[in-house]
């Protein structure tokens, strides 16, 4: 969680990222994190993952409270689309992040489009947010959570394998919906080049990657 205590409001579109530059072994080094939560006075949160060996990222789990780095933004395009269609919303690991802000800040608001968020991780205890978005599901009729494991153990009875493998299901024969893609790379170009052979214009397909 971070505050910019520089504004009392800090104003950004759900889903925009965030630029943080911090000088690492005397070199400054720039990098991208999606804002993960809905615009709440100068505070935004983050879900981060640790790269091993990674430059920047070691540095962030190492931040203490009150600690600062220089940053840039919100910034970047991957937000809701005006108007809201019917949506999928394809998310693995950390790409979770900017869709749990979009979520926030859109279910509750009318006309209900129907959403489904369809999101990947190895292991359950990687499911971040589960308990949140499992309630969204209770109190919004109109959405729909759908986690898969791509290493599940013997005692998960949800879903399996990766994302790709339920989004087609989850479409069916529907070419109206909008489709946004979070994660890296690999899967990104993975479900965007089956949607575009299903016959997607690139205007339903919001992606945003990691890598
Ligand atoms: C628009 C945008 C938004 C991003 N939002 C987030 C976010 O919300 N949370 C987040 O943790 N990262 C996010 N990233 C990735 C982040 O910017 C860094 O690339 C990541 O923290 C690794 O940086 P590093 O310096 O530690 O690793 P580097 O030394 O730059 O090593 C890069 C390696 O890390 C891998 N990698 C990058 N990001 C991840 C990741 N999230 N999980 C696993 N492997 C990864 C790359 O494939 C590459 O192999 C985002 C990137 C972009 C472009």
Known sequence: MFDVPEVEHLPYLPGQFVSFTHDIAGKKITRAYSTASAPQANRFELCLNRVEDGLFSPYLFQMQPGECLDMK?????????EPVHDSILVATGTGIAPFRGMLHAYLGSEPAREITLVFGVRYEHSLMYRGEFEEMERNHPNFHFLPTLSRPDESWKGREGHVQEHVFEVLGERRDMDVYI??????????RNRLKGLGFD??????????
Do not use: N, S
């Open 182 to 191: 979070c994660g890296m790379k690999a899967m990104v170009d993975d479900v």
């Open 202 to 211: 690139r205007k339903q397909i919001i992606f945003e990657k990691y890598d």
């Open 73 to 81: 933004g919100p910034l970047g395009h991957f937000t809701w689309k």
